[in-house]
């Protein structure tokens, strides 16, 4: 098949049905929430917004709703206002309400398969005045629906279907992949969806796209935005505020993944690339697969999953140290628990790294305790026993590393 016949043959929009389903459930909330924060004599400008507002939503078996709630400055937390206010509605009808936290804490009423998120937010005249990324949401809804057609709504839902399949769909920070607003201005920068494939296919070093030309050059924005805002594969200058990078949580690892399955899909073009699907690391010749249980008590979602991602790099980096590590994947489906796999070979060579050799006492204490010692580079290194069975490895270095497992918010890892 060819791409335009694989595209052509896909639909992932919401529908009719399901899209008026929604818009009446929402329209309901904002309702109460206006009529809540009235009757609290509080001022509050209510708006929907994320995916839902920009008609770019992607069908799913659950719907993320944003609403946000525009409060001027204000002395009090605008969390804890916001918190009696959906407090209050919750109860008039019957739903729990969650407190999730994050840099501002936001909360979220679940009503079937519709997942609302109330997110207080600052009310602002210009994207100069932010005090909290999600206080720009508001400009991000008005850019997009300015900027997009029924035909390049298709192209982004065509994008967010790909990249949640290849596992980069996500600004999470144990995904850091694309997240919705940056696949919105990146197909409304390439307009179509294969373009898009092809142009981010092709990318081997850092890539600057300033969609509105805030910037008179390149190098302009490389002198100006902030260092911080500079790393990873792509920067997308937001077209609502020059000084952020709508790219910014994307990795470089992420980046490849997405690379690989881009290439593939454009090399031989398939519907199954739309679909998600379990990696399955299958050891070959001479490589163990490692399987890892690992459980935290932080809170569900992005805290806990952040917490889990980071543990499990480290591992992996640790393993690095006595294996090659062929390949490995991380699992995490919103709850406590995560599931990490790696692929490794035993090495040749196991070398541990001792002290410059101009540092004679540190040199001699080294010797003392390392049989075989060489020297590469200036530097003196000991040449270790292989480790030998991946899992005993890693079943020592569980029982001797438990404080600093603890330490990292994890409360269990298991060798499955």
Known sequence: MSIASVLAS??????????????????SLVSLLTKELARKKIKGGVFVGGSFAKGTLMRQETYDVDIFVRFLPMKKSMSLVLEQVVLGISKQIGKQMIRIHGSRDYFSIVDGEVHFEIIPVLKIRKSGEM????????????YVTKKINRAIQREIVLAKAFCAAAGVYGAESYIQGFSGYALECLLIHYKRFKTFLEKMSKIEEQVIIDPMKQYSSINEVKLQMNEARLKGPLVVVDPTNRERNVTAALSWESFFKFQQVARAFLKKPAVSYFTPTKRILKAGRGTQHLRIHLSTDRQAGDIAGTKLSKFFRYLAREIEK????IDKDFEYGGGADALGELLVKAKEEVLRKGPPVSMVEAVASFKKKHRTTIVKEGVLYARMEPPGDGKEWLRRWIAHTKSVIGAMGITDVRVL
């Open 131 to 142: 005090e909290n990324v999600t206080d720009l949401s508001y400009f991000h809804v008005k």
């Open 322 to 325: 006595h294996y090659q590590l």
């Open 10 to 27: 896909l639909d992932f929009s919401v529908g009719m049905e399901k899209e008026k389903e929604l818009k009446k459930k929402t329209t």
